[in-house]
């Protein structure tokens, strides 16, 4: 049973740096696409950051050169390090995983495993 529990969300001001993290238990070794999403109230989740299983790497186009999405194998864990955040980077950040994504890779209904989110806070 596949569970992903998020980490290092916060309050933070804006222009300073948050790193996220995604523990994978129960699974394959992150041999799985991966990725952030994130969502506020009364929005569609959106896709932030996605790394496929061949390492490709796709963001969105608000967090370009802001955010990286890397993953440790071993551990194994994802991460989101955040950088010169934004007020409107505020939501709820979701880890998410899915056997397949390519170029499904922003549709959040590809994605099969969900942690419950950590929220951040950008004042």
């Known amino acids: 049973h596949v569970q992903l529990v998020e980490s290092g969300g916060g309050s933070v001001q804006s222009g300073r740096s948050l790193i996220l993290s995604c523990k994978v238990t129960g699974g394959p070794k992150l041999t799985f696409c991966m990725g952030w999403f994130r969502q506020a109230p009364g929005k569609e989740r959106e896709a932030v950051a996605v790394?496929?299983?061949?390492?490709?790497?796709n963001y969105a186009d608000s967090v370009k050169d802001r955010f990286t999405i890397s993953r440790d194998n071993d551990k194994p864990t994802l991460y989101l390090q955040m950088e010169n955040l934004k007020s409107e980077d505020s939501d709820m950040y979701y880890c998410?995983?899915?056997?397949?994504?390519?170029?499904?890779?922003?549709?959040?209904?590809?994605?099969?495993?969900w942690g419950l989110g950590t929220q951040v806070t950008v004042s």
């Open positions: 998410a995983a899915t056997y397949a994504c390519g170029s499904s890779w922003s549709n959040s209904r590809v994605f099969t495993y």
């Open positions: 790394i496929d299983m061949d390492g490709k790497i």
